[in-house]
Nanobody
Framework: QVQLVESGGGLVQAGGSLRLSCAAS??????MGWFRQAPGKEREFVAA????????YYADSVKGRFTISRDNAKNTVYLQMSSLKPEDTAVYYC??????????????????????WGQGTQVTVSS
C-alpha cells in the first residue's frame, strides 16, 4: 500500500522558514513533487525532483526561496521554505509519480504526472 505522509506545516511570520517532509512507502517512484492549493484557487505546482537524478524544478514564484531535496535512504522528500510570504499560505501536498515519463519541466510540473498524493499539510504565513 502506497503511503505519502507529510509533516512540518504550521504558522509562521512573513520572512520566516519552514521545512516540510514527505515520507514515502509502498513502491518505487520516478518523481516526487510538492504542490499547493490556496482557498478558492486551483492546485499549483511548487517544486519537483526526479528520484534518480539530481535535477530540481521550481515554480517561478518560489525559485530562490524554496529548496526541494530527497533522502533516498529514508525515502523522504523535503521542501525547505525560506523568506515566506503571506501569498505562500496554502495546503501543501506531496505527490509521487510512478510512470516512466521524460524528465522535463513540463512533465515535472504537470499534476497528471503524479498518481499518488498525500493528505496535505497547512502552511500559514502571517503578515
Amino acid at each position: 500500500q502506497v503511503q505519502l505522509v507529510e509533516s512540518g506545516g504550521g504558522l509562521v511570520q512573513a520572512g520566516g522558514s519552514l521545512r516540510l517532509s514527505c515520507a514515502a512507502s509502498g513502491r518505487t517512484f520516478s518523481r516526487m513533487g510538492w504542490f499547493r492549493q490556496a482557498p478558492g484557487k486551483e492546485r499549483e505546482f511548487v517544486a519537483a525532483i526526479p528520484w534518480i537524478e539530481s535535477s530540481t524544478y521550481y515554480a517561478d514564484s518560489v525559485k530562490g526561496r524554496f529548496t526541494i531535496s530527497r533522502d533516498n535512504a529514508k525515502n523522504t522528500v523535503y521542501l525547505q521554505m525560506s523568506s515566506l510570504k503571506p501569498e505562500d499560505t496554502a495546503v501543501y501536498y506531496c505527490a509521487a509519480g510512478t510512470w516512466a515519463l521524460l524528465i522535463t519541466i513540463g512533465t515535472m510540473k504537470n499534476l497528471n504526472a503524479y498518481n499518488y498524493w498525500g493528505q496535505g499539510t497547512q502552511v500559514t504565513v502571517s503578515s
